[in-house]
């Protein structure tokens, strides 16, 4: 079954303090991995797409990488707007246009 | 360019009652989806479209009906408002092509129903 896990479901930071973010997937002909940011009482906020094991992109304070099992979220010295939920989608061959999404992780970044 | 809105913003209905949530893109996005997000659950796929007059069900489609005869436009209705369908709501776009997989979504709608 196709499937997309976010870990930790939450994470709590000190300014400053790096860390990463886990989205393990189990589809099959993967198109796409999205990566997205979501405010409270706001719709999700596209930040990068990752095609292909080895692809890297960059904003800002984030990064994010992808392997042929999962991808990363890589947040270096994070200050306190950087808090939101931070979610993980998937495009899988076969399936025109349609995600499947993680259920997110929650990152807090105190001052 | 506004991208997608939806409207209401907030919406209360009672058990039995009828109503559509509304959806516009100016994009000129082919692809365009509804999801619902609950606590715990993620977002969910309801109903998905490809293009004007073509629509699919996705994940949980049960007690929405939906109709695309714009590229602009995809209402989401909810036939007979039941408290399991308090959630809410989002609506998304996406060109749909290889290069452009990406989803854009809109604000939401928040919905209770008692």
């Known amino acids: 079954e196709d499937q997309v896990t976010q870990s930790p479901e939450a994470l709590r930071l000190q300014e400053g303090e790096s860390s990463s973010l886990n989205c393990s997937y189990t589809v099959s002909g993967l198109r796409g991995l999205f990566w997205y940011r979501q405010d409270p009482g706001k719709g999700p906020e596209f930040l990068f797409t990752l095609y292909s094991a080895g692809e890297e992109k960059e904003k800002e304070r984030l990064k994010a990488t992808l392997t042929k099992k999962e991808s990363f979220l890589h947040i270096t010295a994070p200050k306190p707007e950087d808090s939101a939920t931070y979610l993980c989608a998937v495009k899988f061959s076969g399936n025109t246009g349609k995600l499947i999404f993680g259920q997110g992780t929650t990152l807090q970044v105190k001052p | 360019n506004a991208g997608v809105t939806q409207t209401p913003k907030f919406q209360v209905l009672k058990t039995g009652q009828s109503m559509t949530l509304q959806c516009a893109q100016d994009?000129?996005?082919?692809?365009m989806s509804w999801y619902r997000q609950d606590p715990g659950m993620g977002l969910r796929l309801i109903h998905y479209s490809v293009g004007a007059g073509i629509t699919d069900q996705g994940e949980v489609p049960n007690g929405y009906n939906v109709s695309r005869s714009t590229t602009e436009d995809f209402p989401l209705r909810l036939l007979s408002a039941a408290p399991s369908q308090t959630s809410v709501y989002f609506c998304?776009?996406?060109?749909?092509?290889?290069?452009?997989?990406?989803?854009?979504f809109g604000p939401g709608t928040r919905l209770t129903v008692t």
């Open positions: 998304a776009s996406s060109s749909g092509t290889p290069s452009s997989y990406e989803q854009y």
């Open positions: 994009m000129n996005h082919e692809y």
